[in-house]
């Protein structure tokens, strides 16, 4: 399973930003793919995830209601588009996919970095 990250730049709070994730390998409907991000000097945390069937969104409450998780079926990414970004959203984005019965994500994609100006 190989990763491919896109889509990090600069933007300004309250604007908008698209991240994409491509997935290429064997993925089965039932892997969660999930974004990750770490801030500068700060641990890497979860951000979102999503069944690769397009199933089962979830979020971390940081984000909640401000960024969406998505599958776009026809381009084999998961999407992740981020609305009312805050300052503190700025991070390097990385995607990650394991497998349902795995409880570690076992591929990663490079990192994107985002960074939110105020």
């Known amino acids: 399973v190989q990763l491919q990250a896109s889509g990090g730049g600069l933007v300004q709070a309250g604007g908008s930003l698209r991240l994409s994730c491509a997935a290429s390998g064997r993925i089965f409907s039932s892997n969660t793919v999930a974004w990750f991000r770490q801030a500068q000097g700060k641990e890497r945390e979860f951000v979102a995830s999503?069944?690769?069937?397009?199933?089962?969104?979830s979020y971390a409450d940081s984000v909640k209601g401000r960024f969406t998780i998505s599958r776009d079926i026809a381009k084999s990414t998961v999407v992740l588009q981020a609305n009312s970004p805050k300052s503190e959203d700025t991070a390097v984005y990385y995607c990650?996919?394991?497998?349902?019965?795995?409880?570690?994500?076992?591929?990663w994609g490079q990192g994107t970095l985002v960074t939110v100006s105020s």
């Open positions: 999503i069944r690769w069937s397009g199933n089962s969104p």
């Open positions: 990650a996919t394991r497998a349902n019965w795995k409880l570690e994500y076992g591929y």
